[in-house]
């Protein structure tokens, strides 16, 4: 994405799923099915894991970015959490030629991977990662850093990552304990904004360690989640603008870090600026209630009704 390119180029990528009268308010919605829409849009599900700090945070902030697949999938908004919620499974998790029953997943479609498409319509069962007795060994040392990378870059063919992105995703997924569930709670835009203020931190952290890519990477997640904040606000002009700021300053260091550019005073603090939520973020919270985090709203713009 260009350095000043319009933020509302990631909110015009369309779905693979999605037709020409298609009409779904979020990119979410169209690889759920109907009637599991509002419940899971509505629902904040913490991952089975009680990760806050450390090498497996980098891990979890990756684990909920579509862009780290790449292709088809960033398009659709699909990240590793759409179909391991929390790190579990997702049985409502439907997708046109990549799903059979819901709750299943093709791993050797064409339809996103140009490496390890077979052909052959064979969907299996998405696994829940805390529970089920893993295919993949999560002790051998390697092994999973080579899974997820293979996942990544084969199945979904997303661009290489960072290899402490990888060993922090092996990390996360290893620590995956559905002993370590939480309950579920109503989504709220807070959940997003932190959500965007933990990447924010992390490239930090990235950046202070001389870890470049990873830094990059933790930026992109960072931008993807004020995609998917902006999408709830689809009529609210202020609301675009700050979040496009936003984006637009965060572009800016990912391009700097690309270029090996060291980052001088003034640009580490106004990256420390938006890596908080503060004032800037006072309007989104403000208008949340006429936003698609309403669940009302929401249902309306799902077209589901609401029993009185």
């Known amino acids: ?4 390119r319009p933020f ?13 009268g298609d009409t779904l308010p979020l990119r979410e919605a169209r690889w759920i099915t109907p009637e599991a829409q509002l419940e899971q849009l509505t629902t904040y599900v913490p991952p089975c894991s009680g990760i806050t700090t450390g090498n497996p945070l980098y891990g979890a902030i990756a684990f909920n970015d579509p862009l780290l697949l790449g292709g088809q999938a960033a398009r659709a908004g699909i990240s590793c ?44 069962a998405i696994p829940d990662l805390t529970f089920d007795p893993p295919k993949i060994s999560r002790t051998k040392p390697g092994v999973l850093e080579a899974f997820i990378k293979g996942q990544i870059v ?32 109503t989504l709220r835009v807070e959940h997003d904004l932190g959500a965007y203020a933990l990447a924010v931190g992390a490239s930090r952290i990235a950046m202070a360690e001389g870890d470049r890519g990873t830094a990059v990477a933790l930026l992109r997640a960072a931008r993807s989640r004020l995609g998917s904040i902006a999408e709830r606000y689809p009529d609210d002009a202020e609301a675009h603008a700050l979040l496009n700021t936003a984006s637009n300053i965060l572009a800016t260091h990912q391009q700097q870090l ?8 003034v640009s580490i603090a106004l990256l420390e600026r938006w890596s908080v939520i503060g004032t800037w973020a006072a309007p989104l919270i403000d208008e949340a209630e006429k936003s698609l985090y ?15």
């Open 1 to 4: 994405m260009g350095l000043r």
């Open 8 to 20: 509302a180029a990631l909110l015009s990528l369309v779905a693979v799923a999605a037709t020409s």
């Open 258 to 265: 690309r270029d090996g550019v060291a980052l001088d005073t």
């Open 81 to 124: 959490a759409s179909c391991h919620r929390g790190g579990r499974g997702n049985t409502a998790f439907i997708f046109p030629g990549i799903s059979g029953a819901p709750g299943t997943a093709d791993v050797t479609s064409s339809v996103f991977s140009s490496h390890r498409g077979d052909l052959i319509v064979n969907p299996v």
């Open 294 to 308: 309403n669940s009302d709203r929401l249902a309306a713009a799902l077209n589901v009704p609401r029993t009185p």
């Open 154 to 185: 084969e199945e979904f063919d997303g661009a290489e990552p960072p290899p402490t992105l990888v060993s922090s995703m092996a990390t996360f997924i290893r620590g995956l304990d559905q002993t370590k569930c939480e309950p579920v709670e």
